[in-house]
């Protein structure tokens, strides 16, 4: 099923300008018509499912553009072919729990400030 960007976005859960971004960004590439409006297939929506997920993992958009084409599908969860990438993502998951240890130790500050509130 064909679906244009407003479709997309709605399905996606985002909006129609994170999907032109996206496109800017090279991670995602739709059809044109002749009209010159943009067109998606459910391939699309897969894709869009990832970049968000990546997103949120904290990965700019230079590393996803290299990451989307060795996830082939929603099952594989990195292609054969792209054994290159596991250095990043490697460094790239270091990155992250360090990220959350500064983020729990600043929460139990914040804990340690709120027990003691004498209120």
Not at 82 to 97: S, V
């Amino acid at each position: 099923m064909d679906m244009r960007i407003s479709d997309l976005a709605r399905r996606a859960g985002t909006t129609p300008r994170a999907l032109r971004y996206y496109e800017e960004q090279g991670l995602l590439h739709p059809a044109r018509l002749a009209s010159g409006y943009r067109q998606y297939d459910e391939q699309a929506l897969r894709v869009v499912r990832h970049i968000q997920l990546l997103l949120s993992a904290g990965l700019n958009t230079t590393a996803i553009a290299e990451i989307l084409p060795c996830i082939p599908d929603d099952v594989t969860v990195l292609a054969p072919t792209c054994p290159e990438l596991l250095d990043g993502l490697a460094a790239e998951r270091a990155r992250i729990t360090r990220a959350m240890q500064q983020l729990g130790a600043a929460r139990d500050v914040l804990d340690r400030l709120l027990q003691s509130d004498p209120r």
